[in-house]
């Protein structure tokens, strides 16, 4: 029947120690032998409300242990996991909700007022699950109930590979889009990076083995929210190898409590989000070398956003033992290239090596030659998402087939370099075309940043007369640093090409990242055009 989420945590939980931690989030410690009784409470609750095998189990809230408890019940239970980002308003949530035909949704009581809003518009909704010391409303019952009613025992139920796991993705333009995966196949991504350090349990016997040997899988510490793919999927990884996940409890993103929750729990691996969240960690332990004990950590991930190598340095000389894992990824292509970076060598900033499963074609379908300059597309082979859910048009766009491969083309342009390597570029949608010439944000915001008074700096194309796009820049500076338009633009100007230097640079007056990490473009537009409109 292939692998599934919901066979292996059934198969694990007996022979790990109940009393090992499998979450940690500040005080509170949820042992192995607690989680597997509330999953298999919560997931028996969910069958009984209605809940039937590929429904859909929308999960709206911060990072917590009821997002990874109410997850594992969803496997267990076959339901199809949707992330809800909650950030989104209660129309954007609403939206969420009825795109992805939710069956089952579990929130947290901080999100009750956004609920009662959209609730009346989602009759595909029969359950409604509230995480929460009050007593919930009257349409909802409460999470802790429903995981002590029942006997904790495993359920009995026939699962299969082919049940389904979404990542809404938003993307830079358009409505969010949920991402279809199978279990086997995300399980299988798992395993090729395994195998590549030695055997790696094939089958459910295998693994239980294994497990029964080694005892508890690593602490884990993902410090993006759940709610997108970074965070999720690395927390699923240490869940799913018998290992403690440990989230921050502030709703967002505090370097120091990390570096606190590093010293107190010693995760032995962290996820992050390229330097909107590496540049905080190592600003703060610059500012108290060996306050905190980072010696737990043997490897940081990351993904979704660029991680200069100016921040690998930072961060390798307060962990000389670290290794610093770049993955080139996206929730539609996960493993396109990895650059990992040890204190024994360097690697430029977004410079990959290929996976093993990665092309790269131009625009015509035809592979790129390494060292020829030419701009392509990064396509990414088998085992790849079914689709997007309910968007047929999209998925043929996305997913093609090229000399009889089916490849995930998400839209990432880059240049392969002589030794075989790709130099990132930028998302095509984010391309600015400037009086004909095509500029990626991505490689100005990293000229950027590379001056000392700048601390995080996205660039945008605003509409112009002459250039038909103008290339914009909009900075954070440093604390205490005062911002020079002209220093910065011949600061760019030395490292790329003259038409790539912004015509413009702003200063931001809001924020210019969602609490993934991620660019908000639309954020950056939003400051040239008040920006302009004060001036005219």
């Known amino acids: 029947m292939g692998w599934n989420f919901g066979d292996i945590l059934d198969a694990i939980e007996p022979v790990l120690p109940p009393a090992a931690p499998a979450f940690i989030h500040g005080e509170r410690v949820i042992p192995w032998g607690e989680a597997s009784r509330i999953t298999n409470n919560l997931a028996r609750s969910l069958i009984a409300r209605g809940a039937a095998p590929g429904d859909k189990l929308a999960i709206y809230m911060r990072n917590c242990p009821e997002y990874l408890l109410s997850l594992a019940a969803g496997f267990k239970a076959r339901l199809t996991h949707v992330n809800v980002n909650y950030r989104y308003t209660p129309d954007e949530v609403w939206y969420i909700f009825d795109n992805a035909d939710a069956q089952t949704v579990v929130y947290s009581a901080e999100f009750r007022d956004a609920i009662e809003q959209i609730r009346p518009r989602l009759p595909k909704v029969k359950a409604w699950v509230e995480v929460g010391d009050e007593a919930p409303p009257a349409f909802a019952e409460n999470f802790e109930a429903l995981a002590v009613n029942g006997n904790g025992g495993p359920l009995d139920i026939q699962r299969s590979g082919q049940d389904q796991f979404f990542i809404y993705t938003g993307g830079t333009t358009g409505m969010p889009k949920g991402v279809m995966w199978a ?7 798992t395993l090729i990076a395994a195998r590549k350090l030695g055997p790696a349990p094939e089958t459910l016997e295998a693994l239980v083995e294994h497990t029964r040997k080694v005892g508890p899988g690593p602490r884990a510490l993902p410090a993006p929210p759940l709610m ?3 965070g999720l999927l690395s927390a699923m990884g240490a869940h799913l190898a018998g290992g ?13 409590e990390l570096l606190r ?19 905080p960690i190592l600003n703060a332990l610059d500012a108290a070398p060996g306050r905190y004990d980072v010696s737990s950590i043997m490897g940081i991930i990351s993904s979704g956003v660029m991680w200069s190598l100016e921040v690998k340095r930072g961060l390798l000389r307060h962990m000389p033992n670290v290794v610093l894992t770049d993955g080139f990824s996206s929730s539609e292509a996960i493993g396109m290239g990895s650059s990992v970076m040890t204190s024994a060598g360097e690697v430029p900033t977004a410079q990959f090596m290929l996976g093993e499963r990665c092309r790269v074609f131009d ?3 035809k592979p790129v030659v390494p060292g020829s300059g030419v701009r392509g597309l990064v396509a990414l082979g088998a085992p790849n998402p079914i689709g997007y859910y309910k968007d047929e048009e999209k998925t043929a766009r996305t997913f093609r087939v090229i000399d009889g491969v089916r490849y995930s083309i998400p839209g990432d342009w880059c240049t392969v370099e ?3 390597t790709l130099t990132l570029l930028g998302r095509g949608n984010a391309c600015i075309n400037t009086a004909g010439e095509k500029v990626f944000p991505e490689e100005v915001e990293e000229a950027l940043k590379t001056h000392p008074t700048v601390e995080d700096a996205l660039v945008v194309g605003m509409p ?3 250039w038909g796009q103008a290339v914009t820049g909009v900075v954070v500076p440093r604390d205490g640093c005062c911002i020079d338009e002209a220093v910065l633009k011949v600061h760019v100007r030395a490292q790329l090409a003259g038409y790539k230097t912004p015509k413009r640079i702003f200063i931001a007056d809001r924020p210019l990242r969602a609490s993934n990490g991620k660019a908000d473009y639309p954020a950056a537009k939003s400051v040239v ?3 302009l409109a004060t001036t005219e």
């Open 228 to 230: 997108h793919g970074t």
């Open 363 to 365: 625009e015509d379908d």
């Open 418 to 420: 002589p030794d075989g």
């Open 261 to 279: 929750a590093v010293d107190a729990h010693k995760p032995q691996a962290m996820a992050i989000v390229g330097d909107s969240f590496a540049r």
């Open 464 to 466: 112009d007369e002459k």
């Open 529 to 531: 055009a008040d920006a």
């Open 183 to 189: 279990h086997e196949d995300l399980r299988e991504l």
């Open 244 to 256: 403690c996940v440990i989230t921050l409890e502030s709703p967002t993103f505090d370097a120091e």
